[in-house]
């Protein structure tokens, strides 16, 4: 399977901080074929309201659509289910294999404790040019994935852990124009 690193840059921060390797896989054959799918799937079975605004044949994009619009996108939303059913919501980059979505967070964060009590983790982010994905799936922590990360503003170590999100839902709408 091939790969290709991007860098990004976070504007107001200094270079070494600013750098975030992202890796993207070119998905294969088979990847695409699940991808397919679960899209199909997820519309089939959406429920009337998402069906009417967001799951509907004529802006359902399809998997290598859904691919190439991930791929695009900076960052995405990560809500998790905290404590009393709070809700707790971040920016992540998350990098989509197939019907698997891989991200890092900080060891110390609300995300890691909410996932270990409840698994169930969405997604969702969007282009200026009306293109919108929503995604829900379940989490597990990558074993011995704990590692060292930048030190924070404090200049304290960190560490991030490898989270690996088995998807069981995506709608993902073309843009208006493109429908």
């Given at each position: 399977?091939?790969?290709e690193?991007?860098?990004v840059?976070?504007?107001g921060r200094s ?12 998905e294969?054959?088979s ?9 199909d ?7 009337p309201s998402?069906?009417d ?5 004529e802006?359902?994009m399809s ?11 900076r ?15 971040a920016?992540v980059?998350?990098s989509?294999?197939g ?5 890092v967070?900080?060891?110390n964060?609300v ?5 270990a009590?409840?698994p169930r ?10 293109a919108a994905?929503?995604v829900?799936?379940r989490?597990?922590e990558?074993a ?15 560490q991030?852990?490898?989270?690996e999100?088995k998807?069981t839902?995506v709608?993902a ?6 429908a």
């Amino acid at each position: 399977m091939a790969s290709e690193t991007k860098e990004v840059k976070v504007e107001g921060r200094s270079e070494s901080q600013a750098q975030v390797e992202v890796k993207d896989e070119l998905e294969t054959p088979s990847q695409l074929q699940a991808l397919q799918a679960l899209i199909d799937r997820s519309v089939r079975t959406a429920t009337p309201s998402v069906a009417d605004s967001v799951a509907y044949p004529e802006r359902q994009m399809s998997a290598a659509e859904f691919v190439e619009f991930w791929q695009s996108v900076r960052l995405v939303a990560m809500a998790t289910v905290g404590e009393g059913g709070r809700p707790h919501i971040a920016p992540v980059h998350a990098s989509l294999h197939g019907v698997l979505l891989r991200l890092v967070i900080y060891d110390n964060t609300v995300r890691r404790a909410d996932l270990a009590r409840n698994p169930r983790v969405s997604f969702t982010t969007w282009r200026a040019d009306g293109a919108a994905a929503i995604v829900y799936g379940r989490a597990h922590e990558v074993a011995g994935s704990l590692r060292p990360a930048r030190p924070g503003r404090s200049g304290k170590p960190r560490q991030v852990v490898e989270i690996e999100v088995k998807l069981t839902r995506v709608y993902a709408m073309r843009s208006p124009s493109s429908a």
